[in-house]
């Protein structure tokens, strides 16, 4: 199955629809609980991040009051991410990271700070595709008490 192809299964369409996938596949997994993660990963005062496609629509992510929040247009106090509307496919279908997307020259932070936009990726990776967030601080510990592991 090629990229594409695991898009249209995940969200119910052929093609990425950037509205779409903002007003009605994304709404759907916040209901599904899949945001908790990224709102516990940023909840110590990350900015927010907007995605501003090339032809002008934008949608802002942001956690307060521990929910993950997702508005149609950019914030000013956002770190903006300009690409198109290909570029926004990759990311939705994981063919590409956000280092990846951003060392590669498909997206250009048009305002803010590019590490934002790096720090947002776990909590973004798991609303769209239920990933683990994975902090060594966390497992540290486990990993010393792991007689196993020695």
Request: hydrophobic content about 40%; proline content about 3%; aromatic content about 10%.
């Amino acid at each position: 199955m090629n990229q594409l192809e695991k898009l249209a299964k995940l969200t119910g369409v052929a093609t990425l629809d950037f509205k779409r996938f903002h007003e009605e596949f994304l709404p759907a997994r916040l209901t599904g609980g899949f945001g908790s993660a990224g709102a516990r990963d940023l909840e110590q005062g990350v900015d927010p991040l907007s995605f501003r496609l090339k032809n002008g629509a934008a949608y802002s992510y942001r956690v307060e009051g521990g929910e993950f929040l997702i508005e149609a247009g950019g914030r000013s106090d956002a770190t903006e991410v300009t690409l198109d509307a290909d570029a926004f496919a990759h990311i939705a279908c994981e063919a590409l990271s956000f280092p990846g997307l951003l060392y590669s020259g498909r997206c250009e932070i048009t305002q803010g700070d590019p590490g934002v936009f790096l720090r947002w990726e776990p909590a973004v990776r798991a609303l769209y595709f239920g990933s683990t967030i994975l902090r060594s601080e966390e497992h540290t510990s486990e990993l010393q008490s792991r007689s196993d592991l020695v």
